[in-house]
């Protein structure tokens, strides 16, 4: 017999009630980590940038294009390592935005040299290359739609209008576990020398990705491009391509704050809940405890022997809950991916995990100290008369 | 055997003009009045009265679960007034007993781990309060229910544990308030037997609560109170 089999035997006087306030509390510590994984998501393309990339776009708005002539211009500025741009396609594989997933059009000869971290064989790239349509497309991407090499997809232009077919020359997979494998990228030349494209939306691209040789002098390059374009007609605004992530990030705010309200207030229902127990449990064993305080228990013993019953609830339901999560994380994910593209698949972090069953077992203490206090300020001779 | 023992001239308890009052709201409530009393040490000294004559209280006061109002409680040479809470807790622990009439027993510990309780307290190793549990549960004759549980045993078999968890740890002073209230006769007399046992030949102070005159009877003394009087 020892405090610790003591608290154990009193959690267990009504198994079912422990029982169900464990899973409450299980639901609860799930719920948060998905939540918590959501908001994940949304830094996900923020934590995978590279200090050493700058994004530059249009300074009015990123749906604003900017010139294919500037990209000469932006590569003979020095500490400029490497240039490519990108455009935003936007194409799907039907009418609707069911089964969609990413796909831009990029410059084939440059892309890999700004995004090293989109690996493909040299086979794979040359065949890329050679081919004005050809198609790179993620390893999850293929996955997916049960694409390989040799395929040709055909999306339909939800900006650029029309049919655009595209060959698969290869599929590429992430040096990280971070990088993105979920889009399709296209040789920006099927796009521009396409007769189908209107001829206004002609020489145009949506941002550069650039690469310096010092991280410590971006600052100093990006104020040098945009300088380059300031009276221009189509001025720029040039950013860390993490700032630029968390620039998507923001548009989200309200949505963001949501969900760490609500994920707030899951925390606050787990406490509520073990709390309840907790009361209802001290309760009915007042006379108990008056008793084990007439023998000389001091009164930090029982406040300990109750906060240990609330940790051992805690710990349970972070166990359970934490066992649960990828099961929902994942259902998630898939029921997602048709909507808004496929998720990385390490998108629920350890961090988040081992977060959210410290705040599930802290919770779970502060719940006990009400009850534990109101334990031990009955006064003895009071607690003995109490008939349970 | 006790932690600190008691030389046999000092009376284990004494009161002097011990007064109680209770508040309800803006009403005080006297339920004690200017009680002296001495209880010699290994004497076994029963209190009668009807309900609400201030019987419980009283024992409260002897086994410090409550202060008094006025006046001074002394057990084993002790001045309870001069303990703090965490003090008076300690000290309980080391000196007294305690007999309920309900037995007051943990229903989810065995016999043997509610006797073991009040060792948790003490230095104890494991091994030894096995054994101090094993001797105590052998002497209230309930070697063969160690394992069982309060609800898997009858009302007589559960006060003789509460007997057991009382002295294990060889207290100077045993409190027992209305020990047989709850049980028949059968059981009483096994009970008091037990008392016979805890007065005659382990010498213990006993300080008994009772409203059953046959349970008077095996006290050396008996008091009454009437309306918080000592009579």
């Known amino acids: 017999m020892n405090y610790v089999r003591l608290a154990c035997r009193d959690l267990l006087r009504n198994p079912l009630r422990l029982t169900l306030t464990i899973l409450a509390g299980a639901v609860g510590v799930t719920a948060f980590i998905f939540l918590r994984t959501v908001i994940d998501i949304f830094y996900f393309g923020a934590e995978a940038a590279q200090v050493d990339r700058l994004i530059v776009r249009n300074k009015v708005s990123i749906t604003q294009p900017l010139p294919l002539s500037y990209y000469a211009r932006i590569a003979a500025l020095p500490g400029v390592t490497a240039v490519t741009h990108q455009e935003w396609f936007g194409g799907t594989l039907g009418e609707t935005q069911k089964d969609f997933f990413a796909n831009f059009a990029i410059d084939p000869s440059t892309f890999l040299d700004v995004f090293p971290e989109f690996l493909t064989t040299p086979a794979e790239l040359s065949a890329f290359r050679s081919d004005p349509c050809g198609a790179l497309i993620g390893e999850k991407l293929a996955r997916r739609f049960g694409w390989k090499t040799g395929d040709r997809v055909t999306l339909k232009g939800q900006i650029y209008p029309g049919d655009w077919t595209f060959n698969v020359r290869g599929i590429y997979t992430g040096a990280r576990p971070s990088t993105d494998t979920t889009a399709l990228v296209f040789g920006y030349r099927c796009l521009n020398e396409s007769p189908q494209l209107p001829k206004a939306m002609k020489d145009q691209v949506g941002i550069y990705a650039v690469r310096v040789d010092d991280p410590a002098r971006s600052a100093q390059v990006a104020a040098a491009i945009d300088a380059m374009f300031d009276n221009s007609p189509y001025p720029t605004k040039t950013e860390s391509e993490k700032a630029f992530q968390l620039g998507f990030v923001a548009m989200s705010s309200a949505i963001l704050t949501s969900v760490k309200v609500v994920s707030t207030v899951i925390l606050l229902i787990i406490l509520l809940v073990i709390g309840n127990t907790l009361a209802m449990g001290v309760r009915e064993r007042t006379r108990d405890i008056a008793t084990l305080r007439a023998m000389g228990f001091r009164p930090s013993t029982v406040v300990m022997l109750v906060l240990a019953e609330s940790s051992v609830i805690g710990f349970a339901a972070a166990a359970l809950g934490v066992l649960a999560a990828p099961s929902l994380v994942n259902g998630f994910a898939r029921l997602v991916a048709s909507q808004f593209g496929q998720l990385p698949d390490n998108v629920m972090r350890g961090r988040t995990l081992v977060v959210s069953a410290l705040a599930a077992v802290v919770v779970s203490l502060l719940a006990g100290i009400g009850p534990a206090l109101r334990a031990v300020r009955l006064p003895v001779a009071e607690g003995l008369r109490k008939v349970a | ?231």
Do not use: C
Not at chain 2, 4 to 20: C, D, F, I, N, Q
Not at chain 2, 57 to 77: H, Q, W
């Open chain 2, 1 to 231: 055997m006790s932690l600190e023992a008691v030389p046999a001239a000092l009376p284990m308890v004494r009161l002097e003009g011990v007064s109680k009052t209770y508040r309800r709201g803006t009403v005080a409530v006297p339920v004690l009045e200017a009680v002296d009393l001495s209880i010699a040490t290994g004497a076994f000294e029963a209190f009668m009265g009807p309900s609400g004559s201030g019987k419980s209280t009283l024992l409260n006061l002897i086994s410090g679960l409550d202060r008094p109002s006025t006046g001074i409680v002394e057990v084993a040479g002790r001045n309870l007034a001069e303990l703090d809470d965490r003090e008076l807790s300690d000290w309980r622990a080391a000196h007294v007993g305690f007999i309920f009439q309900l037995y007051n027993l943990i229903p989810v510990l065995t016999a043997a781990e509610n006797v073991e309780l009040p060792l948790l307290l003490t230095p104890l190793s494991r091994a030894e309060r096995r054994r101090h549990v094993a001797a105590a549960l052998d002497l209230v004759g309930l070697s063969h229910r160690v394992s069982h549980r309060p609800p898997q045993m009858s009302g007589g078999e559960q006060q003789r544990v509460a007997i057991a968890r009382a002295i294990v740890t060889d207290p100077d002073l045993i409190i027992a308030d209305e020990p047989t209230g709850d049980l028949d006769r059968k059981a009483a007399e096994a009970v008091l037997d037990l008392f016979g046992v805890l007065h005659q030949e382990l010498h213990k102070t006993l300080v008994m609560v009772t409203h059953d005159p046959h349970a008077a009877e095996r006290a050396g003394r008996v008091h009454h109170l009437e309306k918080g009087v000592l009579q």
